[in-house]
């Protein structure tokens, strides 16, 4: 549909007719060809959240996050465990 890409007061038909509405109409012509046609291009991911997001959310999303969430949480609680209480027993057993 043209008429919700033109705006409706530059597009009226009363407005066409003089020199000064032919010249402000090509310009609006001129704008609207200059816009690119087609389908987006697809954006590429510049960072390393963007690249994880992209690799396992992106077109075909996996349950990887899920599984690196389980593992990062099991190194997180076993480096807690260590500086909490293994590091106290490792020369000396109970």
Known sequence: MVSSLVP?????PNAIGGAADAARMQRVVSFYEKLPR???P???PS???QRYQFR???KNPS???LVHL???LMLFGYAQNYYFHLRHH???PH
């Open 42 to 44: 697809e954006p590429k």
């Open 38 to 40: 087609g389908a987006a």
């Open 63 to 65: 349950a990887m996050p």
């Open 47 to 49: 960072g390393l959240l």
């Open 90 to 92: 490792k020369n000396n």
């Open 8 to 12: 409706p007061k530059v597009a009226s």
């Open 56 to 58: 396992y959310m992106g």
């Open 70 to 72: 389980i593992g990062g």
